[in-house]
């Protein structure tokens, strides 16, 4: 049966003013003849979350430090492209970030369950900035060197997120006053993540035409500093202090694989993830090339590709803060997949570049769900001592299977075209929600008829 999702958001506060906010937002809506309360309801709602200071550093710092992210990003595809007209590179540079993440995150999502995960949050962001740094130097002062730098230092900050994700996603529970704003955290956490893609990447593709990648680089290398002292500026309980009991690494994760596999909800929301990373999620390795070749642009056209992706899975995101309580996440899930593959079969027809960017953006609305909607269901169904290593498990889905798609992605549009390769991305996409979406229906009949048999008066049920 599709998870339900059970939060009540309970209102908008900024900076600790929500009584005031709702009260002048009530009455200003009551002077309005015929007005939609609804409408306030959702505007309130959408940021219940905010209610919580510790969330609101995390929303900031995070928010800045993304935006740096991303503009490097931009230009590490960029700077790649450029340098050796391959495709396969592309892919090859997305494989060294992510597969150290998905070999390491197990490890990462043990040390989530087993520390204290604000204080290894921070070690993980100054280990980031460090990282960040050295790109920086790397691509100043060792520029003919700097595809292999980037590729060595790439899998170092590949390896450093394999224990930043896991702690950064199972911190965000604790940082809600109200657990029944967990969903609506997680999914303005999205949108703060696709907000910044939207605006990095823009400011990226500016930056690299009119200054030269380097600024990027250094940009996103000081874009930590804020992210480091919102963590140092939260104010946290104390830890609940745990049993101790003897600590068997190999135990530990075959629990956390012994619950997913008892567990179908959660199998099946990791097993559409880890298939989506595959064979959809990797069109994003060849929007470097559409920009160059397909449109004949420049760095700024790749940078406005990218945004546009941002924004649709910015909008997506704040769509998913809106729901309301008791929204069925999972069929949620399966349509926007669906809509995801459907706007890549479209976006690989496109010749027109403004036709593409409003494509595009209509799809990544759709991708939004697959990452942020899986979260919500793993956050909210697994139990606290679970919850860092079921993520980690997650996580290495995600991240093990991006990259290797990303590898036959590249590969793969080196002989039939780029457009063609995307073009049965989003076949594949869309194939999978439609399993998935088959999933839950069959699941929701079975529970139907359960319920029917056990409402049945027992003299029937005898004579049956």
């Known amino acids: 049966m599709g998870l339900i999702c059970k939060s009540k958001n309970i209102g908008f506060c900024w900076q600790g003013n929500y009584g005031s906010l709702q009260t002048l937002g009530s009455i200003f809506f009551q002077k309005i003849p015929f007005a ?29 430090s993304l935006v740096g992210t991303w503009m490097q990003k931009t230009a590490v595809s960029w700077v790649i492209y450029s340098i050796t007209q391959s495709k396969f590179m592309l892919g090859l540079t997305v494989f060294a970030t992510l597969f150290p993440t998905a070999v390491f995150s197990l490890l990462g999502g043990i040390a989530a369950d087993r520390y204290n995960r604000h204080k290894l949050l921070l070690l993980t962001q100054v280990l980031s900035l460090v990282q960040a740094l050295l790109l920086t130097a790397a691509i100043v002062f060792f520029r003919e060197e700097a595809v292999v730098l980037v590729i060595i230092l790439s899998a170092v900050l590949g390896t450093i997120n394999g224990y930043d994700i896991p702690a950064r996603q199972s ?83 075959k629990e956390s694989f012994a619950y997913i596999k008892h567990t179908p909800s959660i199998k099946t929301v990791i097993i559409l993830v880890g298939a989506m990373s595959f064979f959809a999620l990797p069109f994003s390795t060849l929007t470097p090339a559409f920009a160059k070749d ?35 996440l999972a069929k949620v899930l399966a349509i926007n997949a669906g809509i995801f593959g459907v706007g890549l079969v479209v976006f690989s027809f496109c010749e027109s570049l403004p036709l593409a960017l409003f494509v595009i953006a209509v799809s990544a609305f759709g991708m939004m769900s697959i990452v942020t909607v899986s979260n919500t269901l793993i956050q909210m169904n697994v139990p606290a001592l679970l919850r860092g290593r079921v993520i980690s498990v997650f996580i290495m889905v995600f991240s093990g299977m991006l990259p290797l798609g990303s590898l036959l992605v590249g590969g793969v549009s080196h002989y039939i075209g780029v457009q063609q390769t995307v073009l049965w991305e989003g076949v594949l996409g869309f194939i999978i929600a439609m399993i998935y979406g088959r999933y839950l229906r069959k699941t929701k009949l079975r529970a139907t008829e359960t319920e029917c048999m056990e409402n049945q008066p027992e003299g029937l049920l005898t004579q049956a």
């Open 294 to 328: 397909i449109f004949h642009g420049t760095a700024s056209t790749f940078g406005v590709i990218d945004g546009f992706i941002g924004l649709g899975a910015f909008v997506g995101a704040i769509f998913l803060a809106s729901l309301k309580e008791g929204a069925n």
């Open 36 to 64: 939609d309360h609804s409408l306030l309801r959702m505007n309130i709602t959408t940021f219940s979350s905010f209610r919580s200071r510790n969330f609101r550093l995390f929303f900031y710092g995070q928010g800045l």
């Open 171 to 253: 911190l965000v529970r604790e940082l809600v006053l109200d657990e029944r704003n967990l969903p609506n955290a997680l999914a303005l956490n999205s949108s703060m993540v696709n907000l910044s893609k939207l605006i990095g990447p823009t400011i990226a593709g500016f930056a690299i035409e009119h200054l030269g990648d380097k600024v990027c680089f250094g940009l996103n290398a000081l874009s930590f500093i804020p992210v480091i002292i919102s963590l140092l500026a939260m104010r946290l309980p104390k830890p609940e202090s745990q049993p101790k009991k003897e600590r068997n690494m190999l135990r530990e994760f």
